[in-house]
């Protein structure tokens, strides 16, 4: 099914510990994008991607890395987890960065 | 710098009611306005998209307005049913070097049986 997978769905985290999110998309998007979701918070950008090999940072992105080696993946990191990055992180894509976002399922990552 | 409100935070009506959701954003120079519905627990799912240059789009009992001179957009829903309970969502969505969809906190509906 065409779309944008996130993997894994579910994560908890010690605090320090690192890990990867992955985020594929089969669409030929350009644009990628990562957000994390808080209760009252809303929506946040952490970084986004205009195309493959490039990244750039959106409104939160302290204690994030992405990569994005390929055109189809799109890959958020944390190198050392914090209680504060516990969120629900949604990865989105689109064309060109024109209107028509997809989003994934969500990943639910618990830092304790 | 882009502020997108939704407000109440918050709705609950009974079945069968019409209901309007707002949305107001801070910089009207918007390529388009979107709402997205969100259930518990899953992703965000696309309803409507209106144009900088439309003033509403529908989509079955769905519609949705735009008025960029005040920066206001509206969802309407016609005749509400349970189903229609989730937590909806506007963002504001510019063009150029920055690219990116600007989201408010969202509204959760509650409708009831």
């Known amino acids: 099914n065409a779309g944008v997978t996130q993997t894994p769905k579910f994560r908890v985290l010690k605090t320090g510990q690192s890990m990867t999110l992955l985020c594929a998309q089969d669409?030929?998007?350009?644009?990628m994008y990562w957000y994390r979701q808080d209760p009252g918070m809303g929506l946040r950008l952490i970084h986004y991607?205009?195309?493959?090999?490039?990244?750039a940072k959106g409104e939160v992105p302290d204690g994030y890395n992405v990569s994005r080696l390929k055109k189809q993946n799109f890959l958020l990191g944390l190198e050392s987890a914090a209680p504060s990055q516990t969120s629900v992180y949604f990865c989105?894509?689109?064309?060109?960065?024109?209107?028509?976002?997809?989003f994934g399922s969500g990943t639910r990552l618990t830092v304790v | 710098k882009q502020e997108v409100t939704q407000i109440p935070a918050a709705l609950s009506v009974p079945e069968g009611e019409n209901l309007v959701l707002n949305c107001s954003f801070t910089d009207s120079a918007i390529y388009n306005l979107q709402w997205f519905r969100q259930d518990p627990g899953k992703g965000l799912t696309s309803l409507l998209l209106i144009q900088s240059s439309q003033r509403e789009q529908t989509s079955g009992r769905l519609n949705a307005s735009l008025d960029k001179s005040s920066g206001r957009s509206t969802l309407y829903i016609a005749a509400s049913q349970p189903g229609d309970s989730a937590t909806y969502l506007c963002?504001?969505?510019?063009?150029?070097?920055?690219?990116?969809?600007?989201f408010g906190k969202g509204i959760t509906l509650s409708v009831r049986p």
């Open positions: 991607s205009v195309g493959e090999g490039t990244t």
């Open positions: 963002a504001a969505f510019h063009t150029g070097a920055n690219s990116k969809l600007t």
């Open positions: 989105a894509s689109s064309l060109m960065g024109l209107p028509g976002y997809t």
């Open positions: 669409m030929n998007h350009e644009y």
